[in-house]
T-cell receptor, first 113, second 112 residues
Framework: AQSVTQLGSHVSVSEGALVLLRCNYS??????LFWYVQYPNQGLQLLLK??????LVKGINGFEAEFKKSETSFHLTKPSAHMSDAAEYFC???????????FGTGTRLLVSP | NAGVTQTPKFQVLKTGQSMTLQCAQD?????MYWYRQDPGMGLRLIYY???????DKGEVPNGYNVSRLNKREFSLRLESAAPSQTSVYFC???????????FGPGTRLTVT
């Protein structure tokens, strides 16, 4: 069985500060990992994905994530937060041949001026 | 490309009423999904369809039925709505070459 744990339902940062959103996964086979972002009253859109190529993955809007097998982690980072980054972020896991995504419970990012 | 579209955007039902949520995708994807999103619980899979003519239960199927009408369309039906079904419902389709799911804008359903 696969699962995802996102630590912290809310994360608050100041504009210009480092953003770090944590995601740990559990999977019995090599995982594919995703970060999705949801802006208020909208659907989810893909930020970035890891599908067994480079372990450091760059996504849209300056976000990146690093796959660390030894730590079973896929944390999302951005060097400098912007007000427009305020949204909810979801980590998700799947694997080859398994078309269902398993989502974490989400982390709401709050950015203050 | 419109991507994944959902209708309606908002709906209010009384307990016991029925309704169908519509979803369509124009990306020629085989697999489609219905999720519900509730505060603090992330997205939970209700039903999915791996291909036209097939459907399977997800994590929370009770109280729902689905129809994969053709490759483009996947509908979700509530036969007798209950307040516990108040939620935001998302439809998604799956690109098997990129392993990405594409989401619709959601339907906000309130059952009173």
């Amino acid at each position: 069985a696969q699962s995802v744990t996102q630590l912290g339902s809310h994360v608050s940062v100041s504009e210009g500060a480092l953003v770090l959103l944590r995601c740990n996964y559990s999977s019995s086979v090599p995982p594919y990992l995703f970060w999705y972002v949801q802006y208020p009253n909208q659907g989810l859109q893909l930020l970035l994905k890891y599908t067994s190529a480079a372990t450091l993955v760059k996504g849209i809007n300056g976000f990146e994530a690093e796959f660390k097998k030894s730590e079973t982690s896929f944390h999302l980072t951005k060097p400098s937060a912007h007000m427009s980054d305020a949204a909810e972020y979801f980590c998700a896991v799947t694997n080859t041949g398994f078309q269902k995504l398993v989502f974490g419970t989400g982390t709401r990012l709050l950015v203050s001026p | 490309n419109a991507g994944v579209t959902q209708t309606p955007k908002f709906q209010v039902l009384k307990t016991g009423q029925s309704m169908t949520l519509q979803c369509a995708q124009d990306m020629n994807h085989n697999s489609m999904y219905w999720y519900r999103q509730d505060p603090g619980m992330g997205l939970r899979l209700i039903y999915y369809s791996a291909s036209e003519g097939t459907t399977d239960k997800g994590e929370v199927p009770n109280g729902y039925n689905v129809s994969r009408l053709n490759k483009r369309e996947f509908s979700l039906r509530l036969e007798s709505a209950a307040p516990s079904q108040t939620s935001v419902y998302f439809c998604a389709s799956f690109d098997s070459s990129s392993y990405e799911q594409y989401f619709g804008p959601g339907t906000r359903l309130t059952v009173t």
